[in-house]
């Protein structure tokens, strides 16, 4: 069964960090660009960041931007969402996506997340003090 494994959740105090990963079950990221999406209950699900299937383009939504960086590590085949500064309303479930049919423009641009696929559960971060 093929699916993305978001992980690295938990609680942190406002200004704190916490450095997400995205691994993958049954098959390899490296040949995919990778996104995170983050949901609140109740509200849509919001597009935060994205990474070619390189590494050599990434976007961000422009609230975490200066504040997360996403990276590959494609030996260790994971790609990480580093997020410092954290906010209150950062808190959510996270997901990692991918752009498996290329639709997604190899993470082209902001607009291109809503093409990304999510395959399997979220990490939930909650920020509070």
């Known amino acids: 069964q093929v699916q993305l494994v978001a992980s690295g959740g938990g609680v942190v105090q406002p200004g704190g960090s916490l450095r997400l990963s995205c691994t993958a079950a049954?098959?390899?990221?490296?040949?995919?660009?990778i996104g995170w999406f983050r949901q609140v209950p109740g509200k849509e699900r919001e597009g935060v960041s994205c990474?070619?299937?390189?590494?050599?383009?990434?976007v961000y939504v422009d609230s975490v931007k200066g504040r997360f960086t996403i990276s590959r590590d494609d030996v260790k085949d994971v790609v990480y969402l580093q997020m410092d500064n954290l906010q209150p309303e950062d808190t959510a479930d996270y997901y990692c996506?991918?752009?498996?049919?290329?639709?997604?423009?190899?993470?082209?641009?902001?607009?291109?997340?809503?093409?990304?696929?999510?395959w399997g559960q979220g990490t939930l971060v909650t920020v509070s003090s």
């Open positions: 049954g098959f390899g990221l490296d040949t995919f660009a």
């Open positions: 996506a991918i752009d498996y049919n290329g639709s997604g423009a190899d993470c082209g641009g902001l607009y291109y997340l809503r093409y990304f696929e999510v």
């Open positions: 990474i070619s299937s390189t590494g050599g383009s990434t």
